[in-house]
Nanobody, 115 residues
Framework: QVQLVETGGGLVQAGGSLRLSCAAS????????MGWYRQAPGKQRELVAI???????NYADSAKGRFTISRDIAEKTVLLQMNSLKPEDTAVYYC?????????WGQGTQVTVSS
């Protein structure tokens, strides 16, 4: 089993910044993919950003130019730096990790951006 600990969510004004962090527990499970997803009320869970072991990163169009994902493979940690936040970024953000896809999810952390 892999357990994920997320930190960094909170309330911020539009234009502000937050940094989310997710740390995976030590295990023999190979973690190749680490990413951040979000789910807003009435919407499906959507990809925000994802990064693989070769440091290839992909972003949702809504995140490009504002968010940056990074990882520490040895520490099994993934970060999401969010700048220029908008009210539409308000959602529960979930950390996900896996071998070739997402196999484990965090509990989620609330991000609220006020207008």
């Amino acid at each position: 089993q892999v357990q994920l600990v997320e930190t960094g969510g909170g309330l911020v004004q539009a234009g502000g910044s937050l940094r989310l962090s997710c740390a995976a527990s030590r295990s023999r499970f190979r973690i190749n993919t680490m990413g951040w997803y979000r789910q807003a009320p009435g919407k499906q869970r959507e990809l925000v950003a994802i990064i693989t072991s070769d440091n290839t990163a992909n972003y949702a169009d809504s995140a490009k130019g504002r968010f940056t994902i990074s990882r520490d493979i040895a520490e099994k940690t993934v970060l999401l730096q969010m700048n220029s936040l908008k009210p539409e970024d308000t959602a529960v953000y979930y950390c996900g990790v896996g071998a070739w896809g997402i196999d484990y999810w965090g509990q989620g952390t609330q991000v609220t951006v006020s207008s």
